[in-house]
């Protein structure tokens, strides 16, 4: 079997807002969702090659490859600026690329010292499981990281035969819910929830869910009676569940979907408020 | 100094209504110290610190104190003091009681106390059976009291590596009292000192700004086990300390050079290096031939310091500034640039070893090497070999351009890093930044958070609340005039993801 290559959007050496301690943070290119408040739509498609983004780049950092072989970049010229990804119709990116878990693993031991672990982000990173799965055995099994936790920040579609290759391989899951209602969860995403639904029960009972974020979207899922049966159904769960709660922010998120209000810090304990009188006794709020 | 001006100065001192009585009297002192003669120096010593490529600090022509001491508190509270008339405590008031005591008698440049001892291990042995309710009571009160009795953020106390009761009181009793003084390290052995205890430092930073963190490995390598973190970061001895403190202007040395980058390693910079030792060279033997301070002070009679366990501090700053001179890269940004930072401090490591200094046995007869972090008076120019402000890269890029220095460092380095208020739900991700730089050979640093009342001017510890104030009303704590300056001449707080700059003692007047 050829060694699995992972399409990888960039990743960052430190975080600390991507689970437990500092984490190295991978961000996988492609997303089976279209969340109407994606912060960065950039990572939701794999690129077309239709080279629309090569003429405006500023840095000329962007040409075609030889033979067919679509848009390029030149990462000596390429400074970041975000133009190529603010001309793309497609939303996405000429600057995502190919790695092995080699690769990413090095990237990964060379800061090892200063990590509790790795986080694997997107886009959706259980789409590229192959890849999740490879690289996290080699941090598991290479001296260097060893030491490191294994998580996973995911929208939580993907089915069971999925999540029984990669938990293995993985400490722990970090899931988006953004709807406790299909047809709420159908206009904020463009799909049903049912999987998401199935994988915080599957993950629960296995021990490996660390953490159910809610992103709260003014007007569509921050209703009292919204929140109150989600926290309902979430404590039904695990009452001890750890669930954090994600103000809506306008950040990065697509002109199209208009200016929804960002919440205020006394809505943010409001919505806490309800959590917790529903049951939910560990409750987050960023 | 003619009379005239010596009138003047004493005037503008006594009748400046931003200092209180004691900076008055301190000011006073300064200058009638710098009325003297200074100790004998070659033409060419003088024409440098004329210049101001070497830097005495303003300590003064006739140095007659020590700049840095770190008495053996242990010590004392072992064998009580007969100068001071003091019997071995026998309990926890009594042990406050006696060291309240005896900082009031230590001797140095800001005329406050520059260290405080190693208070979880002084008092560990004075709380058995104490509760942890009078614990807290009775330290709290002696915080209030340190604050208040010595303002200058130059007093200092460490903690750890081993986690104590005493140790976390310390640490609840921080974040309460939201001082300025005293000024903290936490010493952290990879060994001993579990997640949870630098935790709780972490927790505390939030709040404060302190603790600062040191390498206890790397310092016990260079120091011994009986060493301690003072005033702004400099490492010394306890039971000793440093003579004085004379530092060498790399950015200056290298406005002075005419010539290619190796003639700067081979020529200038061996040059400069060799004045400012013989500055150090000057003030020291003044300060144990003529003031003779060894042999009159109760510290040196009671055994409380020893002059063997004594050196002096041979401090550097603006390394960056001396490499954008010579290659025009930026240090912390180029790795050309960065190289040839390493290079330098590593000549002058080198250097500073093989000259012999008197009364230096403590560090084996040579000078501390010190990454000295500014006064407030220095402008344009970047602490001892830190990144400059506002050129920071990324944490960890920022911790891999700088550890290699840290290593010649055995005296003190104290990086700063600005850290985003999003760590503050996740104070983990900090200790592991904290394993992290020490496994990569950081010796010392600390972090700043923007969202709390202070902010380390250059390694000392000023209230924002206050500095907003000082121009207007004057500033309780000493320290806090000198942090006037360094904001108002640099521009610390618009440092970006991390931090930068100083120290203590500076002219009253402009040069």
């Known amino acids: ?286 | 100094m003619h009379m005239e001006e010596f009138r003047s100065r004493a005037r503008e001192i006594v009748n400046d209504p931003n200092l209180t009585f004691h900076q008055r009297r301190h000011y006073l002192a300064g200058l009638a110290e710098e009325s003297l003669e200074y100790p004998s120096l070659s033409d060419a010593a003088r024409q440098a610190l004329d210049k101001r490529v070497i830097c005495d600090m303003y300590e003064g022509p006739a140095p007659y104190r020590a700049r840095y001491i770190l008495p053996d508190y242990a010590k004392a509270l072992a064998h009580g003091s007969e100068f001071l008339e003091l019997d071995p405590p026998t309990d926890l008031g009594e042990a406050l009681n006696f060291l309240m005591i005896m900082y009031s008698q230590v001797p140095s440049i800001t005329s406050y106390p520059v260290y405080l001892g190693d208070l979880d291990k002084l008092l560990e042995p004075f709380v058995e059976g104490v509760s942890d309710e009078d614990l807290y009571r009775q330290l709290k009160l002696f915080w209030r009291a340190l604050d208040r009795v010595f303002p200058d953020a130059f007093t200092h106390t460490n903690i750890g590596p081993s986690d104590t009761r005493v140790g976390r009181t310390i640490l609840r009793i921080e974040r309460e009292l939201q001082q300025v003084v005293p000024n903290l390290t936490l010493k952290v052995d990879p060994e001993l000192t579990p997640d949870e205890f630098v935790r709780e430092g972490v927790l505390t930073v939030f709040e404060v700004a302190k603790p600062h963190f040191v390498n206890h490995p790397l310092m016990v390598r260079d120091l011994g086990e009986e060493y301690a973190a003072v005033s702004c970061y400099n490492s010394l001895k306890i039971g000793g300390g440093s003579h004085t403190l004379v530092r060498l202007n790399l950015k200056e040395a290298a406005a002075q050079h005419e010539g290619s980058v190796e003639d700067f390693m081979s020529r200038t910079l061996p040059y400069y290096v060799g004045l400012n030792a013989e500055l150090i060279e000057a003030r020291i033997r003044y300060l144990v031939e003529e003031a003779r301070f060894f042999e009159h002070d109760f510290l040196a009679k009671e055994g409380l310091i020893d002059l063997s366990k004594f050196s002096a501090m041979f401090g550097v700053f603006g390394l960056s500034e001396c490499v954008s001179t010579l290659i025009g890269g930026r240090y912390g940004r180029d790795q050309a640039a960065t190289e040839l930072g390493h290079r330098i401090i590593t000549a002058i490591a080198d250097q500073v070893r093989s000259i012999p200094m008197p009364y230096c046995e403590g560090n084996g007869g040579v000078c501390f090497l010190h990454a000295q972090s500014g006064i407030d008076t220095d402008v344009d120019v970047t602490a001892g070999s830190r990144i400059p402000i506002g050129e920071e890269p990324d944490l960890f890029s920022h911790i891999r351009a700088v550890a290699p220095n840290h290593d010649h460092f055995n005296a003190g380095v104290s990086d700063i890093f600005q850290v985003e208020d999003t760590v503050l739900s996740n104070p983990e991700a900090m200790v592991d930044v904290i394993r992290g730089a020490f496994a990569e050979g950081m010796r010392d640093f600390t972090f700043n958070v923007g969202c709390n009342d202070f902010i380390r001017i250059t390694g000392y510890l000023v209230r924002k609340s206050d500095l907003a104030r000082f121009e207007e009303a004057g500033a309780r704590h000493g320290s806090t005039s000198f942090g006037y300056g360094a904001e108002t001449n640099t521009h610390v707080t618009a440092r970006n993801v991390k931090r930068v700059l100083v120290h203590e003692r500076t002219p009253r007047s402009p040069e």
């Open chain 1, 1 to 286: 079997m050829s060694a699995p290559r992972g399409l990888l959007n960039d990743f960052i050496r430190f975080s600390s807002v991507d689970g437990p301690g500092n984490r190295f943070v991978a961000f996988l290119q492609g997303c089976n969702f279209d969340c109407i408040f994606c912060h960065n739509p950039y990572t939701i498609n794999t690129c077309v090659d239709c080279g629309i983004c090569v003429e405006p780049c500023p840095e000329d950092a962007l040409f075609w490859g030889d033979n067919g072989a679509g848009v390029k970049v030149d990462w000596s010229l390429c400074n970041l600026c975000g133009v190529c990804v603010d001309v793309c119709p497609y939303d996405s990116t000429p600057l995502a690329r190919s790695v092995t878990v080699d690769a990413l693993w090095e990237e990964v031991n060379e800061t090892a010292n200063f990590l509790s672990g790795v986080t694997i982000s997107g886009g959706e990173a259980t789409l590229q499981a192959d890849f999740v799965a490879g690289l996290f055995a080699a941090i598991k099994d290479r001296s260097g990281t060893s030491h490191l936790t294994t998580f996973l920040d995911s929208n939580g579609s993907c089915g069971p035969e999925i999540w029984d290759r990669l938990l293995p391989v993985t400490d722990g899951t970090m899931i988006d819910l953004k709807a406790l209602d299909e047809d709420v969860h159908i206009a904020l995403t463009g799909v049903s929830n049912n999987r998401v639904l199935d994988s915080i029960r599957y993950l629960a009972v296995r021990r490996r869910l660390y953490e159910v974020r809610l992103p709260l979207i003014p007007g569509f899922n921050d209703s009292d009676d919204q929140l109150a049966r989600t926290a309902n159904w979430l404590a039904g769960v695990d009452p001890a569940l750890r669930v954090k709660v994600i103000g809506y922010r306008r950040q990065g998120v697509r002109s199209q979907y208009g200016e929804l209000q960002e919440p205020q810090p006394e809505q943010m304990a409001h919505y806490a408020h309800i959590l917790t009188g529903e049951g939910v006794r560990d409750v987050v709020q960023v």
